[in-house]
């Protein structure tokens, strides 16, 4: 992991193509601006953990099996 320092107004580049901007910092809560291409998705950690769960559960082999039985 690399840890850098930003002040208000600084900015980071990641891949030629998305910029990380620190836009306000308001006690221990930091509020950060991204742009990114629209083909990049950029989710809060939590939400993109809650995507795979849910990803993961459609592949399991009982939700498989009971889309054979709607095919019949």
Not at 24 to 45: N, S, T
Not at 46 to 66: P, R
């Amino acid at each position: 992991m690399l840890a850098l320092t930003r002040k208000k107004g600084e900015a980071l580049v990641i891949n030629n193509n998305i910029e990380v901007t620190v836009l306000e910092i308001r006690g221990d809560q930091i509020k950060l601006g991204i742009a990114a291409p629209k083909e990049v998705p950029v989710y809060r950690k939590e939400v993109y953990l809650q995507i795979q769960k849910e990803n993961e559960a459609a592949l399991s082999v009982d939700n498989l099996s009971g889309l054979k039985g709607l095919l019949k």
